[in-house]
Nanobody, 122 residues
Framework: HVQLVESGGGSVQAGGSLRLSCAAS????????MGWFRQAPGKDREGVAV???????WYADSVKGRFTISQDNARTTLYLQMNSLKPEDSAMYSC?????????????????WGQGTQVTVS
């Protein structure tokens, strides 16, 4: 099993920055790909960024050039640096992990999830 705990959300003005963290623990966490999703009220959950275990990354077009996904050297904490934030970035952000990197873009029932952290941009 894998446990994921997000932190770092909050309220910020448009143009500001936040850094989200996702602390991961559990068996063989280093072999998991990890990603960030977000969901705003009344909207579908959408993928934001993925860090594959190979080290390659994927970003949604809406956040390219503004958000950066990264991980610490021990591969136990996933980060999402969010710059130039816009009101439309407001959402509950959740991190996910799966051994199959494809499931970090197209989640299945197998994915592990954190509880989420709220980001509000005004």
């Amino acid at each position: 099993h894998v446990q994921l705990v997000e932190s770092g959300g909050g309220s910020v003005q448009a143009g500001g920055s936040l850094r989200l963290s996702c602390a991961a623990s559990g068996q063989s966490i280093s072999v998991y790909s990890m990603g960030w999703f977000r969901q705003a009220p009344g909207k579908d959950r959408e993928g934001v960024a993925v860090l594959y275990r190979s080290g390659s990354t994927w970003y949604a077009d809406s956040v390219k050039g503004r958000f950066t996904i990264s991980q610490d050297n021990a591969r136990t904490t996933l980060y999402l640096q969010m710059n130039s934030l816009k009101p439309e970035d407001s959402a509950m952000y959740s991190c996910t992990a799966d051994r199959d990197g494809r499931n970090c873009r197209y989640p299945t029932a197998r994915n592990y999830w954190g509880q989420g952290t709220q980001v509000t941009v005004s």
